[in-house]
């Protein structure tokens, strides 16, 4: 208790850390002082002056956001003298203002406009015409300004100088002509530019793609999960009467996304709300014709039945479809249709390199989770591009280097963006991954070298907590052996004890390999064995299915087919019976035989596993498109067809039912999941039997 | 002449040039000052009660002493020769005239306090002082008082000019810093104060011209010496921008203290024919406008602010009966408004609606509760702002309204300013 700092704010005594922000203190006793420039992930630069405060002693009254707490001080918040600067100040800021809150974005979750309710002037003094400028202007793809409404906070061009750099916008002229711009040459495209909207504490900053997305009032939040990456990144749709989504916006979850959301994710959700399946359909005469949920499960099922147990039939299953999902079909496949070839991607992907999670464990890494890049002071990262392949985490590697000076190694084909920020780019020709990252280990172990990579090999030979991320382009390697080898080799060398993250593609594809959906592994990354053992990968499965070695494929989820050729596809689609279950059309080139409506993650109650083993919940925003149905519902109605009963009737059963199948969920309480999620275990069994030899 | 010290040299034919600056004793304390002790030459600054002539009149001796001892970092000295204070004319002759008694001064303070870089960021409108101080720099470095082991010393110190880009602002300290290092010239926060982290993020010195260009004086003869003019708080001499309605507008030296009425009267020859006597802004355009009646004081630190406003930069502006303060106002009130750095709310707008009030006054008279609302304004600006550009920015309006509310009064009785009719502006 000692090293706390004692104080008192509108008579309550508080203790606090050392270095606690005044204003900050204030929000610990539940205080509301009024900030705009203020923001906890920005450095503090006190120039709204919103947050004015009295403290006994001193003559002139004290920005709260930049005044840290001192023992003994006694500070007031709402005395007259504080609450006329307040007024004072946002008369100041609405002198200009066009007040066009009844056609503003914002209107309703303003903080200029609530501060104006609760402690502003109710009338203005201001007999002059304001300043105008033109607006909006389009300064990104995604992103519109209006000037007029800008108080000058700032908190945009810091989030891009501080948090993104991206250095895109600045601050132009200056005093009462100040305003915010693109620096000359740029527009303001950078991935991260929406989290801007959500900072931008007016109307100023509004997202192109959401403009005019209704009144605030009447939209509704629901917690869920963002399906664009596997960083898991959690989200809140807003949505109107649970009909149609109108925007994503962050939802801060410490271990996953810490605050951001990047543009792809945030805006997304077209697809939730544009060419849906309403309805089951079946194919007749050549045409898809709308069919009753009970016929087209039982042609479904009279297809699946023919191929059953004769391995003749494939089955896909997207992986940004729920766990809980993925367990039905999972179940179903093998255990009803006693069918091996299943898989949820169609890109290549070596069959020892699957787990690939698991692979860098046996080389001797720590299983990593993402927030083991906060305490690192090394960061090595081999054969991702996070800008690309997990961009909230490229935000959390900038975190890293910014602000605690953290030093990066990257190896990777060419110079990536966070490959700015280090002189320790290891560029190779794809193929060399492995003897790149060998050499790198030698390197470490007799403490330096020439080049690059004894200059890297320097660095990581110092005693610091080190982070390693290796991204899943790894698992194309045709040698993928050679590289586990050299992961260990480099395991040793940087000592005991350094966690290792791997970056997944999809938001559930660390879910599907956990429920078996790959071929080889049974659901809790259990090799299987037997008749099992051999099935067909994804790309497999479609070069089968164009050659006639396959008669009928299941496809759950267009995902995996996106991954392939479209040429293959079409082939293999057309030349086998073709039972599709998804929520769109419109990536399937060939016409199904049997189409089951399946509802997205925003219309359902689930489990998504992000990258590094969170297991994190969605729930239903909005009401399901016509009869559409959650996947695992029509896999138990198919089973039911097939005569195999599947007790479970809600997602939490579903889930208990995983927990029981998958070793490293045996721990998870559903209760506990709640809206931050919970980290599986790493309690999985011994992976690499049979894999990396 | 013999009150001066700064401006001593001033009569000297070509002093700017480094030999006649030497064959008249110019850089004589180099010898003495950079074989003392750094803390034995801040403690003389010190002991002579030298206060920073660039406004705020802190104590030199005192600054110098606050950069840390045990830092790994460069140090820097910083020369403020933005100078663009309304009324503030000094710095520009004093580099003009005698650019190397600056050098001198830097050269000194840089051993002072550990420092082997010095810049001296000039106004960028000055491009007289820019081509004259850039001169003596490559002069000294040709002889020797600049560069490596200076007059075989030991003493390293490098100094350059660095042009400003033209904005008030950047004369407050820490807009400096930030100009120097080529970021947009925003007030940094303080603490840290920069002579912990200043340029650079690294301790540094800044101080203005005049400041410097005692220095060598004071090293050349002593605490006592300087403290033989002005009073126990207010000691040496100071350099006054006389200007306005006087018949001799210009620099005077004179010791602390000296009457403000013998400045007017004497030195700048009194109020320009038959006039009276109405105003002086005694120190520069951020401090409060006292009236005639307020002016029979001593020029000093502590003189000014017991009667009510401040020494400032020592711009003197003097105004006499035919001067309409609602016009002074908004003049000055004008040049805020265009300077504001727009970074803080009330600065940036505060500027702004004041001007836009007391122009509607001077021009088609506005509304008598006006002049209520202005004061209302000042009050939300005063001791608000982010730095002192703001708070300073409403002096003219507090005083102005203080003492000539019947002129505000009649602005909007008349339906603007009549002078101004008569005038025919
Ligand atoms: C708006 C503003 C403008 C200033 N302009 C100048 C200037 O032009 N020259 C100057 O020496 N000091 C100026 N100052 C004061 C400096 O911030 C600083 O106090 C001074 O340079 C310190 O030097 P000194 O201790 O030698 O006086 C200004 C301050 C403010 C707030
Ligand atoms: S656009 Fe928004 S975030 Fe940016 S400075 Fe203006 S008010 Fe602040
Ligand atoms: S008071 Fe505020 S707006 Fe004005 S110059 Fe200082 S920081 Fe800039």
Redesign the interface.
């Known amino acids: 208790m000692s090293d706390l700092v004692t104080l008192t704010i509108d008579g309550q005594q508080i203790q606090t850390a050392p270095n606690t922000l005044l204003v900050e203190a204030a929000a610990q006793l539940g205080i509301l002082v009024p900030v705009y420039c203020y923001h906890p992930k920005l450095a503090p630069i006190g120039a709204c002056r919103m947050c004015l405060v009295e403290i006994e002693g001193m003559p002139k009254l004290t920005p709260s956001c930049t005044t840290p707490v001192k023992e003994g001080m006694v500070v007031h918040t709402q005395n007259a003298r504080v609450e006329k600067a307040r007024r004072g100040m946002l008369e100041f800021l609405l002198i200009h203002h066009p007040l066009d809150c009844p056609v503003c974005d914002k209107g309703g979750e303003c903080p200029l406009q609530d501060y104006t309710y609760e402690f502003g002037p109710r009338k203005t003094r201001f007999r002059y015409p304001k300043r105008h400028w033109d607006k909006p202007l389009q300064i990104g793809k995604n992103i519109l300004l209006d000037r007029e409404r800008c108080i000058m906070c700032l908190r945009c061009v810091r989030f891009c100088e501080e948090i993104s750099d991206h250095q895109q916008i600045g601050v132009f002229e200056r005093g009462h002509s100040q305003c915010i711009g693109t620096v000359p040459g740029h527009s303001f495209d950078s991935q991260f530019s929406g989290n801007t909207i959500e900072l931008c504490p007016v109307g100023a900053l509004t997202g192109a793609p959401t403009r005019f997305f209704g009144r605030t009032w009447e939209i509704q939040h629901t917690p869920s999960i963002c399906t664009g990456c596997a960083a898991g990144c959690n989200i809140r749709i807003d949505h109107r009467q649970q009909r149609d989504v109108v925007r994503l916006w962050s939802r801060e979850n410490k271990h996953t996304d810490d605050g951001w959301l990047c543009d792809r994710g945030r805006f997304g959700y077209e697809f939730v709300n544009q060419d849906r399946l309403k309805d089951f359909k079946i194919l007749q005469d050549g045409q898809l014709v709308d069919a009753t949920t009970q016929q087209a499960t039982v042609k479904a099922a009279s297809i699946l039945s023919k191929h059953a147990n004769s391995g003749s039939l494939g089955v896909l299953a997207s992986p940004i479809l729920t766990n809980e999902e993925l367990y039905a079909v999972e179940w179903l496949t093998r255990s009803v249709l006693q069918t091996s070839s299943i898989d949820h991607t169609a890109s290549a992907v070596n069959p020892q390199a699957v787990q690939l999670h698991s692979v860098v464990r046996e080389a001797g890494f720590r299983s990593g989770v993402l927030t083991d890049i906060d305490e690192a002071a090394q960061i090595v990262t081999i054969g991702v591009d996070l800008s690309n392949d997990q961009p909230i985490t490229e935000l959390r590697v900038k975190k890293a280097l910014f602000q605690r000076k953290a030093q990066l190694v990257s190896l990777y084909p060419e110079t990536i963006e966070l490959g700015r920020y280090t002189e320790h780019n290891l560029i190779y020709e794809p193929g060399q991954e492995a003897s790149v990252v060998a050499s790198l280990a030698a390197a470490v172990r007799s403490g330096g070298g020439e080049g690059v990579v004894g200059q890297a090999a320097r660095l990581l030979s110092s005693e610091a907590p080190k982070a390693v991320i290796v991204g899943w382009k790894l698992q194309g390697l045709s040698d993928f052996s050679a590289l586990a080898k050299a992961l260990g080799e480099l395991a040793s060398a940087l000592g005991p004890d350094v966690p290792c993250i791997t970056i997944y593609p999809n938001c559930n594809t660390r879910g599907a390999l956990d429920l078996g959906i790959t071929p080889g592994w049974l659901p809790g990354g259990v090799a299987a064995t037997g008749s099992s053992e051999s099935g067909m990968t994804g790309i497999q499965i479609l070069e089968a299915a164009r050659d006639g070695r396959l008669k009928a494929l299941w496809v759950v989820g267009a995902e995996p087919l996106l991954e392939a050729d479209p040429e293959l596809v079409k082939a293999a689609l057309a030349n086998v019976e073709f039972i599709y279950q998804g929520w769109s059309l419109r990536d399937v080139p060939v016409d199904p035989d049997v189409v089951l409506a399946n509802v997205t993650f925003a219309e359902q109650a689930g489990t998504f596993t992000n990258t590094d083993g969170r297991v994190q919940r969605i729930y239903p925003a909005v009401k399901p498109h016509g009869r559409s149905r959650p996947g695992w519902q029509i896999v138990a109605d198919l089973g039911r067809a097939l005569g195999k009963t599947w007790e479970a009737t809600s997602d939490q059963e579903v889930f208990e039912q995983i927990r029981q199948a998958v070793p490293a969920y045996s721990q998870i309480k559903w209760s506990e999941v709640g809206t931050l999620g919970v980290q599986s275990g790493a309690s999985a069994p011994p992976a690499m039997a049979g894999a990396t030899g | 002449m013999a009150n001066e010290i700064v401006f001593s040299r001033n009569h000297i034919d070509n002093v700017k040039d480094l030999d006649v600056y030497v064959g008249n004793g110019g850089y004589s304390s180099l010898q003495k000052g950079l074989t003392m002790a750094p803390d034995e030459l801040i403690e003389l600054v010190k002991a002579s009660g030298l206060r920073g002539r660039g406004g705020a009149g802190f104590p030199t001796g005192m600054k110098w002493s606050f950069v840390p001892k045990d830092t790994s970092k460069p140090h820097y000295l910083v020369c403020n020769a933005d100078e663009s204070e309304p009324g503030t004319f000094k710095d520009r002759q004093l580099m003009e005239v005698n650019p190397h008694q600056l050098l001198e001064g830097m050269i000194l303070a840089c051993h002072a306090i550990g420092a082997k870089t010095g810049f001296i960021y000039i106004r960028g409108e000055f491009v007289g002082p820019i081509q004259i101080v850039s001169r003596a720099i490559e002069q000294a470095y040709a002889r020797g008082y600049l560069g490596k082991n200076i007059q075989g010393t030991g003493v390293d110190v490098d100094l350059a000019v660095h042009p400003g880009a033209g904005?008030y602002i950047w004369g407050e300290e820490s807009a400096l810093l930030n100009s120097l290092e080529g970021q947009?010239g925003l007030p940094r926060?303080k603490p840290p104060f920069p002579a912990v982290s200043g340029l650079y993020a690294s301790p540094t010195i800044i101080n203005n011209v005049e400041t410097l260009a005692n220095i060598s004086h004071i090293v050349n003869n002593g605490a006592d010496w300087f403290k033989q003019w002005g009073t126990e708080r207010s000691a040496g001499t100071k350099v006054v921008s006389i200007s306005g309605h006087v018949n001799r507008p210009g620099n005077y030296e004179v010791p602390l203290a000296t009457p403000m009425m013998t400045l007017i009267n004497e030195f700048a020859g009194g109020v320009r024919d038959g006039h009276k006597l109405k105003a002086v802004i005694p120190g520069g355009s951020s401090v409060p406008i006292l009236p005639a009646e307020k002016c029979d004081i001593n020029y000093d630190y502590e003189s000014i602010q017991a009667a009510g406003s401040m020494l400032g930069s020592a711009g003197m502006i003097v105004m006499d009966e035919t001067t309409c303060m609602v016009g002074v106002a908004r003049n000055l009130v004008h040049f805020y408004?265009?300077?504001?750095?727009?970074?803080?709310?009330?600065c940036?707008?505060?500027?702004?609606?004041m001007f836009?009030i007391l122009n509607?006054l001077e021009l088609t008279g506005g509304q008598m509760d006006d002049i209520d609302?202005l004061l209302?304004?000042t009050?939300?600006?005063d001791?608000?702002?982010?730095c002192p550009l703001g708070d300073t920015s409403i002096m003219s309006v507090v005083s102005g309204i203080e003492h000539w509310r019947h002129e505000f009064e009649e602005h909007v009785r008349n339906g603007g300013c009549q002078q101004r009719a008569q005038n025919g502006h």
């Open positions: 904005a947009r926060l408004r265009h300077e504001s750095c727009g970074k803080c709310t009330p940036r707008e505060g500027t702004d609606w836009k509607e609302l209302d304004i009050d939300n600006m001791g608000k702002c982010f």
